[in-house]
């Protein structure tokens, strides 16, 4: 018998994509049930070639599930979680509230898809700047053993949430009409601008973003000696990030043993023809798949270091994409039932 599935969050941005996911992938559900807050239900959201009404998160809701997908913010996902495990749900999390819980695996499938064989209930979905970095980057750790990371991010708004995407298109057209702007999700205007703060800051000085980058890479990557150290920037894109990844290696990597290596990773397209002038961007990457990396090439200030510049859409392999992936591994390896 098909899974059950509950899509938790069901009209925010990334719950719209699960949607769409879903239907694109055929998964194999009994049935789809999108579930918002008391604001948004009674809406209706398209899934195949169908309307479905969305129904109010309650405590008893996940009554008759298998599986719950959730991408409601932390504090849903705090309160939800253990409830719809409870009632015998599998619930794969997108949110912050579960990752570095030692009994949750945090988990994308090309790089650790074996920790699922652990998993409580409750399976975290990573960060989406951590997930297209670890999809790039596993494959290379295999190959020649990465010491240190640098990397510096170019986040789209979307990572925010429908109401970022709102004030950024907002912004963008009020200013053009010679109007003033106001700033209600970001701490600074967002248009036209570059703002070096994603989430609150930490004592360290860093901000929240930067440290989960940091966190989750070690734990996905089950590699604790991994030094990592992020700057995390939000730029005025509405889909996709992109990042400056320069690493170091104990083994030495060519460029041709990179763009060969990544080449054949799963999950990731290289585009990296800098005679012709082409390389990864937002725009073209965004609604698509894959990670893609470009720019490939040696710093030539260190023994074994390498360059590359990966852009991923951050709603789909970021988010609502690895989020399904999580599901289908689930199904293949006989894990939807709680342990
Ligand atoms: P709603 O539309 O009712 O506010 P985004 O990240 O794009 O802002 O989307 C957040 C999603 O999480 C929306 O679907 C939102 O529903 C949902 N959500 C927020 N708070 C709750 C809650 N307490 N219970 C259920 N769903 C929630």
């Known amino acids: 018998k098909n899974p059950r599935v509950a899509v938790v969050g069901a009209t925010g941005a990334v719950g719209r994509e699960m949607l769409k996911v879903l239907e694109q992938r055929n998964f194999p559900a009994s049935e789809v049930v999108p579930f918002s807050s008391i604001r948004s239900a009674g809406t209706k959201v398209p899934y195949k070639d169908d309307e479905l009404i969305v129904r109010e998160l309650k405590e008893d809701s996940f009554e008759g599930f298998d599986i719950a997908l959730f991408s409601a913010g932390g504090s849903t996902s705090e309160k939800f979680a253990p409830l719809a495990v409870k009632a015998g749900c599998v619930v794969i999390d997108n949110s912050n509230a579960w990752r570095m819980d030692p009994k949750v695996p945090l988990v994308v499938p090309e790089v650790n898809p074996d920790d699922l064989d652990w998993h409580p209930g409750i399976i975290a979905n990573p960060n989406c700047s951590t997930i297209q970095l670890v999809v790039a980057l596993k ?46 999700v970001y701490p600074h205007q967002i248009a036209f601008n570059c703002l070096p ?90 609604g698509e798949d894959d990670v893609f990396v470009g720019r490939i090439r040696e ?41």
């Not at 030495?252 to 397209?269: E, F, Y």
């Not at 710093?299 to 852009?311: A, K, S, Y």
């Open 139 to 184: 494959p290379i750790h295999d190959e020649a053993k990465i010491k240190r990371i640098v990397v510096s991010t170019y986040q789209a708004v979307s990572g925010t949430g429908q109401k970022a995407i709102n004030e950024l298109e907002t912004q963008v057209t009020r200013l053009f009409n010679g109007k003033e702007i106001v700033s209600d």
């Open 197 to 286: 703060q994603i989430d609150i800051f930490l004592e360290n000085g860093y901000t929240k973003e930067e440290m989960k980058m940091v966190n989750e890479t070690k734990k996905i990557m089950g590699d604790d000696s991994i030094k990592l150290t992020a700057t995390t920037v939000r730029v005025p894109v509405f889909y996709c990030h992109s990042e400056s990844v320069n690493i170091e290696t104990v083994e030495k990597l060519t460029v041709r043993d990179c763009r060969n290596i990544l080449a054949s990773a799963p999950g990731v397209t290289v585009i990296d023809y800098p005679e012709k002038g082409q390389y990864p961007m937002a725009i073209d990457c965004a």
């Open 299 to 339: 710093d030539e200030t260190i023994e074994n270091g390498i360059n590359m510049w990966v852009v991923s859409d951050n709603i789909r392999k970021g988010a609502a994409l690895n989020t399904v992936q999580i599901a289908e591994t689930l199904i293949a390896r006989n894990l939807v039932r709680v342990a």
